[in-house]
């Protein structure tokens, strides 16, 4: 697949958006009403917000639902049990972030800022009295934006339960499937070290034990998404301790081939037990 059709169908998505929209929009909705007895005030960061709605490919054999449907931002404002007291919006590229405007206007009794961002550079920059504010952080990258510091700085804030999706499909892409980890392509790697903070994707990369009849090294990648995504949550289990939830779920396109892995991590230490049976819940029910 190029990465022109890849881009069309994420942009476009099919019945794995829906699936993850409903498990965030599910947490969402019992996060607020499980908080809302309690002294803090709640906010809701959608760094890669989009436009507010999605468009559902009519290649997904999707009939029953094609068309425009709410994305994230817009399910996010309309939890009505106890509403977020804070909606902030990230998007960087200038026609999604106007359109998100539109949104804000509609919305205009709700306190929502909407963020003209790249969404690593406001969350490394997002300074907030984490005292008096909890929150959910939803991180819904194109592909690989997001960059392990930006999770380590999100993990130190201990205040936001945070959704992760990781874009297993386009870092498989970037992966050759036979060659030395340091033949990849320049731009691959340092994209990769930026993902993991290391590179420790490399183990991903074991020697062929047959070599060639030349007597060279040759290396072979594990060609499953299982290696890839151990070694990113086992990065998340060290950085968040007990917050991170081994549970995850798999998202996948039409030919039931893998393109992200859903992952939660819990905001703070208090709150661990219900946010992890929540999350794990929702994650196994829905």
């Not at 607020?32 to 809701?44: G, N, Q, R, V």
């Not at 996948?252 to 892995?261: M, T």
Request: glycine share 6%.
């Amino acid at each position: 697949m190029t990465n022109q059709v890849a881009e069309h169908k994420a942009r476009y998505g099919g019945r794995w958006t829906i699936e993850k929209l409903n498990i965030l929009e599910r947490y969402l909705d019992v996060y607020t009403t499980a908080l809302k007895d309690t002294p803090f005030k709640l906010m809701y960061i959608d760094a890669f917000a989009g436009t507010g709605q999605l468009k559902l490919s009519s290649e997904e054999d999707l009939v029953d639902i094609r068309g425009f449907v709410s994305g994230s931002a817009e399910r996010a404002i309309k939890i009505e049990n106890k509403p977020f007291d804070e909606l902030i919006f990230v998007e960087k590229k200038r026609d999604r972030f106007a359109k998100l405007k539109s949104l804000q206007a509609t919305y205009s009794k709700r306190k929502i800022e909407i963020v003209h961002s790249d969404a690593n550079e406001f969350l490394a920059n997002l300074h907030e009295d984490w005292r008096s504010w909890r929150g959910v952080l939803f991180l819904d990258p194109f592909a690989t934006e997001v960059k392990w510091a930006t999770i380590e700085t999100i993990a130190s804030f201990n205040a936001l339960d945070t959704w992760i999706l990781f874009p297993v499909s386009a870092i498989t892409r970037m992966l050759p499937k036979s060659r030395k980890p340091n033949a990849i392509s320049p731009k691959w790697t340092k994209r990769l070290t930026q993902v993991f903070g290391d590179e420790s994707w490399h183990n991903l990369y074991q020697e062929d034990p047959q070599g060639n009849l030349f007597g060279d090294i040759k290396y072979q990648r594990n060609p499953g998404v299982d290696g890839l995504i151990d070694i990113y949550k086992e990065k998340l289990r060290t950085l968040f301790g007990t917050r991170f939830l081994e549970t995850s779920r798999a998202l996948k396109n039409s030919k039931n081939s893998p393109l992200f892995e859903f992952m939660f991590c819990v905001g703070n230490p208090n709150g661990i037990g219900p946010a992890k049976r929540i999350a794990e819940y929702i994650l196994e029910h829905m």
